[in-house]
């Protein structure tokens, strides 16, 4: 089973600051790596997928990169709406997926 | 308007049933595999199952192999989870998702919560 491990665990700025958030698999997924953005009460939302591709409706501000076992997720400078939980998911070993624990993003 | 509608959570006892249904409208749902994902309180995401567009193949996590069964009515567009063999562990907010090509989830509906306990 593939693991995804999200760092770090809690990002802790203040709106208008870059956020860098990390994905480790502890395998190759190759690029099957999506992002999502949940925030409280609500279901997930798709961010990215195939590691850098913007899903339909995003902001630019969101980008996505890497390949292999690294991928990083970035906002380019926080807005008051993306204070959130985003979480990493793979599809290398579909149909099965799994996602990572998630970074929290709060307000400094 | 595309989306997905959950139902069917509940207050559950440990080793009983339930089952899940989830609703779908404004997308081709028959050509399309879909996913439930969970969310204990407090907790991350959890892939439960998928079942093909065609509903020919089937796949769990590890820990609801054996317990749970996932099927849908394409003639309904609807999408079932058979919860069976409950567990307090199995608490959570259950999510229905649409696949995206075979590689994430782009369509999510807003959950359906269910709780085991005695």
């Known amino acids: 089973e593939i693991v995804l491990t999200q760092s770090p665990a809690t990002l802790s700025l203040s709106p208008g600051e870059r956020a860098t958030l990390s994905c480790r698999a502890s395998?190759?997924?190759?690029?099957?790596l999506a992002w999502y953005q949940q925030k409280p009460g609500q279901a997930p939302r798709l961010l990215i997928y195939g590691a850098s591709n913007r899903a339909t409706g995003i902001p630019a501000r969101f980008s996505g990169s890497g390949s292999g076992t690294d991928f990083i997720l970035t906002i380019s400078g926080l807005e008051p709406e993306d204070f959130a939980v985003y979480y990493c998911q793979q599809r290398s070993s579909w149909p099965s997926l799994t996602f990572g624990g998630g970074t929290k993003v709060e307000i400094k | 308007q595309v989306q997905l509608a959950e139902s069917g959570g509940g207050v559950v006892q440990p080793g009983r049933s339930r089952r899940l249904s989830c609703t779908s409208s404004g997308f081709l749902f028959s050509t399309y595999g879909m996913h439930w994902v969970r969310q204990a309180p407090g907790k991350g995401l959890e892939w439960v199952a998928v079942i093909s567009h065609d509903g020919k193949n089937k796949n769990y996590g590890d820990s609801v192999k054996g317990r749970f069964t996932i099927s849908r009515d394409n003639s309904k567009n609807m999408v079932f989870l058979q919860m069976g063999s409950l567990k307090t562990e199995d608490t959570g907010m259950y999510y229905c998702a649409k696949e995206r090509g075979s590689s994430d989830l782009d369509l999510w509906g807003q959950g359906t919560l269910v709780i085991v306990s005695s």
């Open positions: 395998q190759s997924v190759s690029t099957y």
